[in-house]
C-alpha cells in the first residue's frame, strides 16, 4: 500500500469478536500485553517509508491495551531512527463493570482518533473502536467536518464498512471469483470527497478486481437491516448507490445519515468452560451402523457431560477409488464446566474402542487435554458514560463528548419475520470538483488537504488467523427496506430499476438450477447470530428474488436454521435481500458451536441449493458462444 501509489491515511483493523477474547486471555498471562503484537513487526518494516512519504497510520491493534502499544511504538520508532508522533484512544474498556467477564468494551466512533490527528499525531492506535471509524475518524480530520455532518460521516462509514477487511471488496471471498484473477487481490483504497461519497478502488497493478459486484458482497457483510447503527452517525443503506466510474473503479454516492442512538454497543467475552473433540473416521460400507455401535459403546462415558453433541458427515462416495472419499467423519463434541469430565479420561476412553469396535476403526488425532473455550454477548451503555479519551502527542488526556443522539426511533415498518418457536436532515452541500490525487507528502505534516480535493484511505493486512468480522454496530429493531427515518420519512429510494412487465406473456419457462449461477451471497457472524447477505445484478433478477426468496424458502433451502428466527430485509438499491438468523451460531465463534462456527461459507451453502429459475433469468452456460 505505501509504494503502489499515492495515500494519505493507512489504516489497520486487527479486532475481532475472537481476537478480543485472544487478547484478554494474553492479558491474564501478563498485564503488559493485551494488543497485537505483530502490528510491530509490520509497523518496523514500513514506517519509515510512511513517514517519507507523509502517510499517516490509523490502527486499532491497541486491543486491550492502546497506551502499551502506543508506547512499544514509539520505542520502535527511536530504534530505527524515525521521528514520528505518537498518539492513542482509549476509554473503551469497562470490564470492571461486568463482574466475571474476560473483556468488556465499547464500540467507541472515530472521535477520538479525529482528536489526535488535529493535534498532529503521525500515528494513531486505538482500542475497541467501530471498524468503520478508522476511516471516518480520518475523514473528518481531513474535511474538518462536524458530529452534526450525518449524510458525510455516513458515507465515510459506508466506506469504511467496505475497507474492513481488506480484500474481500478486491475479489477475495467473492462468490464470482471464477471470473477474475484473484490469486492475489490487491488491497482497497477510498477515495473521499467533501460530501461524503467516495471511490473504492485499488492500486494500478494490483491483483484481484473493484467491481460492483465485489463492493455490493462487502456492504451485505455482517449487516442486520437498512439501518447500519454505530457511535457517530446512523448510515443509511437502503440510500446506498453504486456506480461505475472507471475500470476497478466503483462510486458510492448518495448515503443518507441520521443521529446516532444513545447508546454504544458493548461486547462482552468470558471463559464459558472446557471442550473437547474426537472424529471418527468411518470408512466404506454401513456407516449409519459403524456411527451407532460408537455412540452406544461411549453412552456411559458421556453420563453427567453437561454437552455432547454427535455430527456425521458423509463424505463418502460409492464404490470410490480412494480410501478418503470412501470414508464419512462422525464428530463427538464435548463441553463442561469443568475440565476433568471433559479431558484426557475422555477422549481416551474413545481411543480405546480401536480393538473393539467398527471394523477400520481410526480417528484423526490422538486424544487431547480439554480446551478453553470463550462465550461472547453483547449490551449496550449510555453513550454518556463511556469515558472516551483521545490521548494526544505530548500526553495531554482529552475527553471527548457524546455526540448528539437521535430520539428513540418510532415503530419502524416491520420486516418479514420468520415464525420460528423462539419469535417473539438537510443533503450536504455538492463536492467540489475532486482534484488529481496526489501522495500526501507534499502536504504540511499536521494539516489536512483543502476541502475539494478527496482524501486517500487503505486497508491494510491483520492477522491471518483471526479474521475480522464484526462491523461498526448490530442494527436494533430496523425495519424493512423502507423503514420510517428517525424524526421522519425514510428518504426516497430510487436506485433500483421499475419491475420487469411483459405484456401479454404467460407464464416463463423455468429450470431447477443452483441459486448461484443467478446469484452472489456473503455471509459471516455477529455474536451468536449468522447474517446471509443475498444479490443479482439485474432489474427483472432482483423482481424474481425479491418475490421468490422468502424467510420460508429459506428455511427450507437451509434446514439448519429451521426453529430459529429469521429476519429479512429487502435493500432494493443494492438488489439485494440481507437474512439474520438468531442463535445458529450459539455463543460466538470462540464457543465452536458449530462446523463453520462464524458462518463464512452459509451463503455458499445457500447459492449450491436447487430451485426453480426462469431461463430467461439465468446466464447462457459457458461454450455456448451467446
Request: one cysteine or more; a negative charge.
Amino acid at each position: 500500500m505505501l509504494t503502489g501509489g499515492p495515500l494519505d491515511v493507512l489504516t489497520g483493523d486487527y479486532l475481532a469478536e475472537l481476537t478480543m477474547l485472544i487478547l484478554g486471555r494474553d492479558r491474564l498471562k501478563d498485564p503488559d500485553l493485551g494488543y497485537a503484537r505483530t502490528f510491530l513487526r509490520q509497523l518496523e518494516e514500513g514506517l519509515g517509508l510512511a513517514h517519507e512519504r507523509g502517510v499517516r497510520i490509523v490502527t486499532n491493534a491497541g486491543g486491550l491495551h492502546p497506551a502499551g502499544l502506543a508506547a512499544a511504538v514509539r520505542v520502535l520508532a527511536a530504534k530505527v531512527g524515525v521521528p514520528v508522533t505518537v498518539a492513542h484512544v482509549e476509554g473503551d474498556d469497562l470490564t470492571a463493570r461486568h463482574e466475571g467477564a474476560l473483556t468488556a468494551n465499547a464500540y467507541l466512533g472515530g472521535a477520538g482518533i479525529t482528536a489526535c490527528l488535529r493535534a498532529g499525531a503521525d500515528v494513531v492506535v486505538t482500542g475497541r473502536v467501530t471498524d468503520a471509524a478508522l476511516v471516518s475518524g480520518p475523514a473528518a480530520w481531513w474535511f474538518d467536518w462536524s458530529p452534526e455532518d450525518h449524510d458525510r460521516l455516513a458515507g465515510a462509514v459506508v466506506a469504511g464498512h467496505v475497507l474492513e477487511c481488506g480484500t474481500q471488496a478486491t475479489g477475495g471471498n467473492y462468490s464470482f471469483f471464477t471470473a477474475h484473477d484473484v490469486r492475489r487481490p490487491g488491497f482497497p483504497l477510498a477515495e473521499i470527497s467533501p460530501d461524503g461519497s467516495a471511490v473504492i478502488t485499488k492500486h494500478p497493478g494490483t491483483g484481484g478486481v473493484v467491481s460492483a459486484g465485489t463492493v455490493t458482497a462487502q456492504l451485505l457483510y455482517e449487516t442486520q437491516g437498512p439501518r447500519y447503527l454505530g457511535p457517530d452517525v446512523t448510515a443509511r443503506l437502503d440510500t446506498v448507490r453504486l456506480t461505475d466510474d472507471g475500470p476497478d473503479r466503483v462510486r458510492i454516492s448518495g448515503v443518507r445519515g441520521e443521529a446516532p442512538p444513545p447508546t454504544f454497543k458493548v461486547g462482552v467475552t468470558r471463559i464459558g468452560g472446557w471442550r473437547n473433540e474426537v472424529v471418527f473416521v468411518l470408512t466404506g460400507l454401513d456407516v449409519e451402523a459403524k456411527a451407532e455401535l460408537v455412540r452406544a459403546q461411549l453412552a456411559d462415558a458421556l453420563e453427567g457431560v453437561a454437552d455432547a453433541r454427535w455430527t456425521l458427515a458423509r463424505t463418502d462416495h460409492a464404490d470410490a477409488d480412494t480410501e478418503e472419499t470412501a470414508s464419512a467423519l462422525l464428530r463427538l463434541v464435548v463441553r463442561d464446566p469443568s475440565p476433568d469430565r471433559v479431558g484426557r479420561a475422555l477422549t481416551s476412553a474413545a481411543v480405546e474402542l480401536a480393538l473393539g469396535s467398527y471394523p477400520g476403526f481410526h480417528v484423526t488425532a490422538p486424544p487431547g487435554p480439554a480446551q478453553p473455550y470463550g462465550v461472547f454477548s453483547s449490551t449496550s451503555v449510555p453513550a454518556t458514560q463511556v469515558p472516551h479519551t483521545a490521548v494526544l502527542p505530548d500526553g495531554t488526556p482529552l475527553q471527548i463528548p457524546a455526540p448528539p443522539t437521535a430520539p428513540p426511533s418510532p415503530p419502524a415498518e416491520p420486516a418479514t419475520l420468520s415464525a420460528g418457536p423462539a419469535e417473539p436532515t438537510a443533503p450536504p452541500a455538492s463536492p467540489g470538483e475532486p482534484a488529481a490525487l496526489s501522495a500526501s507528502s507534499t502536504e504540511p505534516a499536521a494539516s489536512p488537504a483543502s476541502p475539494g480535493e478527496p482524501a486517500a484511505l487503505s486497508a491494510s493486512p491483520a492477522e491471518p488467523a483471526t479474521p475480522s468480522a464484526s462491523p461498526a454496530f448490530e442494527a436494533r429493531g430496523s425495519g424493512g427496506g423502507a423503514p420510517e427515518g428517525v424524526g421522519g420519512a425514510a428518504p426516497a429510494v430510487s436506485g433500483a430499476e421499475p419491475r420487469e412487465t411483459v405484456s401479454g406473456a404467460g407464464p416463463r419457462e423455468t429450470v431447477r438450477a443452483p441459486l448461484g449461477r443467478l446469484a452472489g451471497a456473503r455471509s459471516g457472524d455477529k455474536g451468536g447470530d449468522a447474517n446471509v447477505g443475498v444479490w443479482v445484478a439485474t432489474g427483472p433478477a432482483w423482481d424474481w428474488l425479491r418475490d421468490t426468496l422468502t424467510v420460508e424458502l429459506f428455511r427450507s433451502l437451509l434446514p439448519e436454521t429451521r426453529g430459529l428466527a429469521v429476519l429479512r430485509h429487502e435493500l432494493p438499491g443494492l438488489r439485494a435481500l440481507n437474512f439474520t438468523v438468531t442463535g445458529i451460531l450459539g455463543d460466538g465463534v470462540a464457543s465452536g458451536h458449530r462446523f463453520d462456527p462464524q458462518a463464512k461459507a452459509l451463503g455458499e451453502w445457500l447459492r449450491a441449493r436447487h430451485l426453480d429459475i426462469p431461463v430467461h433469468l439465468l446466464p447462457p452456460p459457458e461454450g455456448t458462444g451467446t
